[in-house]
């Protein structure tokens, strides 16, 4: 299972986002898409919406044990994303008892930093859309998170975004989005 979050962006060093036991300089995020930032020189874009700064799990493993490590300049400045990343596929790593584990321990993660405490719905549609290609790539079932409220829209089933989530539900099986109110 894919566990999808769309949020503040995610701690990536954080020990329950890693491979558990001797593996734990190897990350679980297949995939960063820091929606708000814009390429440097090697850096690479999302190639559908031709934004922001897309980082993969070789990039991420990479940043893990380089000396000195910083080629990831994507942070969860007020730690949500990271908090919401934890709850739903946190596998209790960084935790001495190894007790505290969220919904989905042993998923894979991407993420979508698509705000800093609020968000365009043009980088929540894009997200939606990138972790559901992700999924379909993979041939993995997706949960996608958004614990992200608001009140711009009548929450009624036809804002932009939600109807975006209604072609990902209702297009196959596998598929489930989660939103806050």
Do not use: C
């Not at 991407?110 to 993979?138: P, Q, Y």
């Amino acid at each position: 299972v894919i566990i999808g979050i769309i949020d503040s962006g995610i701690d990536f060093k954080h020990l329950d986002f890693r491979m558990p036991g001797a593996d734990s300089t190897k990350s679980r995020i297949l995939y960063l898409w820091d929606q708000l930032l814009s390429t440097n020189t090697g850096e690479i874009v999302e190639p559908s919406s031709r934004t922001g700064v897309l980082y993969n799990n070789s990039d991420i493993n990479q940043d893990l044990t380089a000396t000195p490590a910083g080629k990831i300049r994507s942070f969860d400045t007020n730690g949500h994303g990271t908090h919401v990343a934890g709850t739903a596929a946190g596998n209790g790593e960084a935790n001495i008892s190894k007790m505290h584990k969220g919904m989905a321990p042993e998923a894979d993660i991407v993420i979508v930093k698509a705000g800093n405490g609020s968000f365009s719905i043009t980088n929540i549609i894009n997200g939606l859309k990138f972790i559901d290609s992700i999924g379909r790539v993979l041939n993995k079932p997706v949960v996608i998170n958004m614990s992200l409220g608001g009140l711009s829209y009548a929450q009624d089933g036809y804002a932009p975004h939600e109807l975006v989530v209604d072609q990902i539900t209702n297009a196959s099986t596998g598929r489930v989005v989660a939103i806050a109110a």
